[in-house]
């Protein structure tokens, strides 16, 4: 059974930076894409980042590229989402999930508060 853990999450000042950890089981991760998203109050959820199987390749958004960066360890069933000058804009509840996988579970997601 998939599961996936997100922890890390907390209220940290403007500019800051704060480390997320995802811990995955229950399928075969080093197969997977995987991805972050977020949901910020009152808006949709928000694509984030994502990391190939292999941790070859990685993406951004606009919006986070130059100030995220993601990463895997295959050895271990995790992804880490390093977060650098964080803004208010970056509060939320981020979720790491298998990326281009419909109706997937999610695990339950670290809240991220950028506020001073």
């Known amino acids: 059974q998939l599961q996936l853990v997100e922890s890390g999450g907390c209220l940290v000042q403007p500019g800051g930076p704060l480390r997320l950890s995802c811990a995955a089981s229950?399928?075969?991760?080093?197969?997977?894409?995987m991805t972050w998203v977020r949901h910020a109050p009152g808006k949709g959820p928000e694509w984030v980042s994502a990391?190939?199987?292999?941790?070859?390749?990685?993406y951004y958004s606009n919006d986070t590229k130059g100030r995220f960066t993601i990463a895997r360890d295959n050895a271990m069933n995790t992804v880490s989402l390093q977060m650098d000058s964080l803004k208010p804009e970056d509060t939320g509840l981020y979720f790491c999930?298998?990326?281009?996988?419909?109706?997937?579970?999610w695990g339950q997601g670290t809240q991220v508060t950028v506020s001073s």
């Open positions: 999930a298998r990326w281009k996988v419909p109706k997937d579970n």
């Open positions: 990391i190939s199987f292999d941790g070859q390749h990685t």
């Open positions: 229950g399928f075969t991760f080093s197969s997977y894409d």
